[in-house]
């Protein structure tokens, strides 16, 4: 019997056919309708026949109204644990009230709509005191949420707040006297959290492994220097247009947060190689390194990186225009990536990749779009060592010919994905070795002229048109 349905953009399912699923599928434990203009017929048949139902998501369903979410809680209410609720806007607080007194037993609670207020999750938060997973889009909802949160929801794991300009620390004082089990917590764009928000956060819930700040401008050194000291197990961070927040933030996570495995920075302008050195030389666990737009971070930094963290696998430091080949000398010779993304690092030249060809022959992803210095050495060597490269992106450089090209295709016979468009030295001959060097090839993206007629019979398939004019 069908446990599981996904409809996700199934734009003509109707109420009807909706209805006739639910009555011949009545074990069905998951069902997601996202985009689906089904309504309240149809939910409502879902909740009288599908009594196991357990997880339910009704993203941008706009046909659904209160009644049929209501109607849906009277039948499933004593098993559905999951649900989820965006861009239905005749969703309002009645059926979150009816969700609140009949699902005692949800877990998860996805909420993103202008036209739910507290009201209506306050019920959720009341009723539910299992939930473990909260996620909030709701610009209408403030602190007394966040209060209600922590004082009902104390198996919380996972706090996620999204675009939310009511919310302040007095909210966050709740979370972390309450919510003294929360692992993961994400915060974007809520401008009216502090250093102090974040502190009794960290302070309070110091089983915290993941935490993500995006566009949080009033979040600073401070509240970063207070994770460092109290979340000793984090091994995720996430910092995003995090102006306020520098090198003296890094530097205390480098010094508290061991574990880090995972992290990214993207538009944190005050961060620069002092801050990654910390980062580096204290978290030897790092796997995972993402920097984007971050124009104070140089060879010192990544250097760093190479020489202490030997688990290094991922890295990605596109646009970073300090960064040179000195740094990716360190890199080959301390790590073995499987992925490196250096678009934009203009500094970077054959050397750079060179090393990393050599030194990383586990490579099976590289993009060097944008290198305008790259030339047709730095194929061949990627070619001769780097054997199970699969995804490669060389855009825009455009030094590279059909003679490197042919280096490239030559060994690296798993090869599934090349990006070449703006590629002068690129001509039809190379996009026909590709195709026909390439037996996994599934994707070739490339400006339309530069393709045969007989490419275009041989792998049209697998032809991606970049709209250039020659």
Known sequence: MLEILNLIWCANVTSDGLASLARKCTRLKSLDLQGCYVGDQGLAAVGQCCKKLEDLNLRFCEGLTDTGLIELALGVG?????LGVAACDKITDSSLEAVGSLCGSLENLSLDSEFIHNQGVLAVVGGCPHLKVIKLQCINV????????????????????YSFQRFTDKGFFAIGKGSKNLKSLTLSDCYFVSDKGLEAIATGCKELTHLEINGCHSIGN?????VGESCRHLTELALLYCQMI??????????????LRTLHLVDCSSI?????????SGCKNLKKLHIRRCYEIGNKGIIAVGKHCKLLTDLNIRFCDRVGDEALFAIAEGCSLHYLNVSGCYKIKDAGVIAIARGCPQLCYLDVSVLQHLSDRAMTELGEHCPLLKEIMISHCRQITDVGLTHLVKNCTMLESLHMVYCSGITSDGVATVVSDCPNIKKVLIEKWKVSEQTKRRAGSVISY????P
């Open 466 to 469: 970049f709209s250039v004019e």
């Open 78 to 82: 004593k098993s559905l644990r999951s």
């Open 272 to 280: 620069g190689d002092e801050g990654m050195r910390g980062i580096a």
């Open 142 to 161: 403030d602190d007394d949420v966040l209060k209600a949160v922590g004082a009902n929801c104390l198996s919380l794991l996972s706090l996620a707040l």
């Open 222 to 226: 401070p509240g970063l220097q207070s």
């Open 246 to 259: 520098g090198n003296s933030g890094l530097l205390h996570i480098g010094h508290g947060c061991k574990y």
